[in-house]
């Protein structure tokens, strides 16, 4: 009797266990019926038909992220890098990721990875780094469209590392440390350059101000010469002026004749006096004869020497 009310008891449990349903608020529960699609249970409790119905699949809703492995992938400047990423999907149709492909989680990273190698491989190892957006977004292109069919949307892709192989980087290093040395030489030079054209700068404009310095120097010497001629010429000028209308005064050619007398009686004095030799008319041997010499040339009635 225990026993046939046990097996009651452990029968009745599992057509309860097989009618009431319970799904979660993160996933979708596909339920077919006879072993074909009967609805899809969105959360909540559902009583099933026993042995008709049964729950085939269960979906998982939320945003899910597939890290993809790393794998080598060749540029087009044929450099050979280890390339892994994240994959982040969402189931929309629960019904088309339960029968449009058998793991589209599986299908989702193999066509990451042939995407990432064929859209890397057309660029060049320095783009790879400058263009990783360009990139993620032509791969979330082609999954997209390719995952179309199998009810999952794709909404984002992101290249975690792109690591080049260790010959790779040492020759990068070499390749970077000759490209500093190249700046670093065209720094100098140009840096040598800008000395030697500051320098001639400097001495040409030396020179002009030298040159210009020397050109008012002259002009300044030409005009104070030139002033001085002047001067002294109007001086003259004056002077022979004044001396002219002295003459023209009375008295004023006795006057001019007289100053030429002992101009030329200091004159000759002097001469004698200094000189060896010297050579005079017969008529001037003696002072007096110059004297008397002199006052022949002047007119009697103007010209009179007291004689001792």
């Known amino acids: 009797m225990l026993t046939t009310i046990s097996c009651i008891v452990l029968l009745a449990l599992f057509l309860v266990y097989k009618t009431v349903l319970i799904v979660q608020e993160r996933e979708n529960v596909i339920i077919e019926r006879l072993g074909k699609y009967q609805r899809t249970l969105t959360p909540g409790i559902y009583f099933l038909v026993p042995f008709f119905d049964r729950a085939a699949y269960e979906q998982e809703i939320?945003?899910?992220?597939?890290?993809?492995?790393?794998?080598?992938?060749?540029?087009?400047?044929?450099?050979?890098?280890?390339?892994?990423?994240?994959?982040?999907?969402?189931?929309?149709?629960?019904?088309?990721?339960?029968?449009?492909?058998?793991?589209?989680?599986?299908?989702?990273?193999?066509?990451?990875?042939?995407?990432?190698?064929?859209?890397?491989?057309?660029?060049?190892?320095?783009?790879?780094?400058?263009?990783?957006?360009?990139?993620?977004?032509?791969?979330?292109?082609?999954?997209?469209?390719?995952?179309?069919?199998?009810?999952?949307?794709?909404?984002?892709?992101?290249?975690?590392?792109?690591?080049p192989t260790r010959h790779v980087i040492d020759t990068l290093e070499k390749q970077m440390e000759a490209e500093r040395e190249k700046r670093a030489a065209i720094t100098r030079a140009t840096a040598e350059k800008e000395k030697l054209i500051n320098v001639s700068d400097g001495q040409r404009q030396h020179a002009i101000n030298v040159s210009e310095g020397e050109k008012q120097k002259r002009i300044n010497e030409a005009t104070g010469r030139a002033e001085s001629i002047r001067l002294v010429a109007e001086a003259t000028a004056t002077s022979l002026s004044l001396v002219g209308e002295a003459i023209e005064a009375p008295g004023g050619t006795e006057a001019v004749r007289m100053n030429l007398i002992e101009s030329y009686v200091q004159e000759l004095g002097s001469i004698i006096e200094t000189g060896d030799v010297a050579v005079f008319p017969a008529g001037l041997a003696t002072l007096k004869g110059v004297v008397e010499e002199l006052k022949s040339k002047a007119a009697p009635s103007t010209f009179r020497l007291s004689q001792e």
């Open 62 to 163: 939320r945003e899910q992220v597939i890290d993809i492995p790393s794998q080598s992938v060749i540029t087009s400047d044929n450099i050979q890098v280890e390339v892994d990423g994240l994959l982040y999907l969402k189931v929309m149709d629960p019904m088309k990721a339960s029968y449009g492909i058998g793991n589209y989680l599986a299908a989702s990273v193999n066509l990451a990875q042939t995407t990432m190698r064929s859209e890397i491989g057309k660029i060049s190892l320095g783009q790879t780094f400058a263009e990783r957006d360009s990139v993620n977004a032509k791969i979330i292109s082609e999954i997209d469209k390719a995952s179309d069919p199998w009810g999952v949307k794709v909404l984002r892709y992101e290249i975690k590392d792109i690591t």
